[in-house]
């Protein structure tokens, strides 16, 4: 009987690369950091989604049952990503001439659309639309309130940051650098810099089309409130693992931990995971830049979704990637090469799992998920005339179960 093979991680959280052990043997509860519904996701946010589905799939190739969330933001979302601007889905209706409603819905459809074209599992993973949760946000803020953690200001009630003493713990970063983050536009009434909106008021003669009432007056809940109260609702108040992209280490997935732990009295995320950012020609996709590309373009250039998967499988998820579309073509003919000798040459009888390869690769998906030598593994595999084909075709679907 063979050793079992540990899986490794790389924890934001503490720096370092730690064996995962779960908090409740055989299961794994993962929250993965969702859309915000006012616009169509372009490639580079998909690297996250990409990022969650690989963790699911590497944590189910490791025998464990996975239950997942991944959140639709549809409120409360502002357009400076701190306190400031106007919430993008109303920003967004007002410029369209829709209600906020039908944007998040069209939207939503788009995303769904988008990552089965990626080839990510949505089987039993849960989908929650914080609009769907705001009683909770709004209990949430009032242990809050009662703890001394939040305060309330004449737009809104706020955390206070200075109140949880291990504040910026996530990604190590130094306070003032939060601060500096914090400093969108000053608001004379927080207590610190970089305190954050729990709940914002409706402005005075400003009807919003998303508000809800609550005990301070009438508003909308911040987006941070709104994660941490659908992930305690959906997974209780400790997770195994939560994901997303960089950007969010120093803000939002902070402000996460401070609210969430403070709430809950309880270590909120054990093991944090973020992919590091997509790049065209060395600057990282934006609205401000111009430089969008969504997967209907690579379409249009007969580039199928999933070579943009494999393209993405070759970099480690934590090395940041330059799109050109060079490399993308490369990838898609590389794997219609793939798919070609899957159909012609190896034909349709299963064989024996060889257990060598089978091994390298396990080894591979469970060191920090790294999927670069999984896929140089795979043309390894293919070029070894040692092994029938029998063989090949059942090892190869093996690996896909991770790879997809």
Same mark, same amino acid.
């Given at each position: 009987m063979s050793t079992p093979i540990p899986l490794y991680l790389h924890n934001t959280l503490s720096g370092k690369q730690e064996e995962f052990t779960p908090l409740k043997e055989g299961l794994v509860r993962m929250y993965n950091c969702g859309p915000t519904v006012y616009d169509r996701a372009h490639i580079g946010n998909m690297r996250s989604y990409v990022l969650a589905d690989l963790a699911r799939r590497v944590l189910e190739y490791n025998d464990y049952t996975v239950k997942q969330v991944i959140n639709i933001t549809d409120v409360g979302h502002l357009t400076s990503n701190a306190d400031e601007g106007e919430d993008k889905l109303e920003k967004a209706a007002q410029q369209?001439?829709?209600?906020?409603? *039908?944007?998040?819905? =069209?939207?939503?459809?788009?995303?769904?659309?988008?990552?089965? =074209?990626?080839?990510?599992? +949505?089987?039993?993973t849960e989908f929650p639309r914080a609009t769907a949760y705001v009683n909770e946000q709004i209990a949430m803020i009032q242990t809050l309130e009662q703890s001394g953690y939040a305060y309330k200001t004449s737009d809104g009630v706020y955390f206070d940051t200075f109140a949880f003493k291990d504040y910026g713990k996530l990604g190590d970063i130094p306070t003032e650098k939060l601060e500096e983050g914090a400093r969108v536009e000053k608001n004379n009434e927080k207590r610190n810099p970089t305190d954050f909106a729990l709940w914002k008021f409706s402005k005075e003669g400003e009807k919003r089309q998303q508000e809800w009432d609550s005990t301070w007056g009438v508003g909308f809940p911040g987006w941070h409130i709104e994660c941490s109260a659908m992930s305690r609702a959906l997974l209780g108040r400790q997770l195994d693992i939560h994901t997303g992209g960089i950007d969010h280490i120093p803000v939002h997935h902070n402000n996460e931990i401070a609210q969430s732990e403070a709430a809950n009295k309880k270590k909120f995320v054990n093991y944090w995971l973020h992919n590091a950012f997509i790049t065209i020609?060395?600057?990282?996709?934006? =609205?401000?830049?111009?430089?969008?590309?969504?997967?209907?373009?690579?379409?249009?250039?007969?580039?199928?979704?999933?070579?943009?998967?494999? @393209?993405?499988?070759?970099?480690?998820?934590?090395?940041?990637?330059?799109?050109? @579309? *060079?490399?993308?073509?490369?990838?898609? +003919?590389?794997?219609? =090469?793939?798919?070609?000798?899957?159909v012609d040459e190896l034909g349709s009888k299963d064989g024996s799992l060889d257990s060598t390869y089978q091994e390298k690769f396990h080894t591979y998906a469970n060191d920090d998920i790294d999927t670069p030598k999984a896929v140089a593994l795979v043309w390894d595999l293919i070029k070894d005339r040692a092994l029938t084909t029998e063989d090949k075709r059942t090892t190869l679907l093996n690996f896909d179960n991770v790879l997809g």
């Open positions: 369209r001439g829709e209600t906020a409603q *039908e944007i998040a819905k =069209k939207y939503t459809e788009l995303f769904f659309e988008d990552i089965a =074209k990626l080839n990510v599992r +949505t089987e039993g020609e060395g600057r990282r996709m934006g =609205k401000s830049v111009g430089n969008l590309i969504n997967l209907d373009q690579l379409s249009d250039r007969g580039i199928a979704p999933l070579s943009y998967r494999y @393209w993405l499988l070759t970099v480690h998820y934590r090395a940041p990637a330059n799109f050109t @579309w *060079e490399a993308v073509e490369g990838a898609h +003919t590389a794997l219609k =090469k793939l798919h070609r000798h899957f």
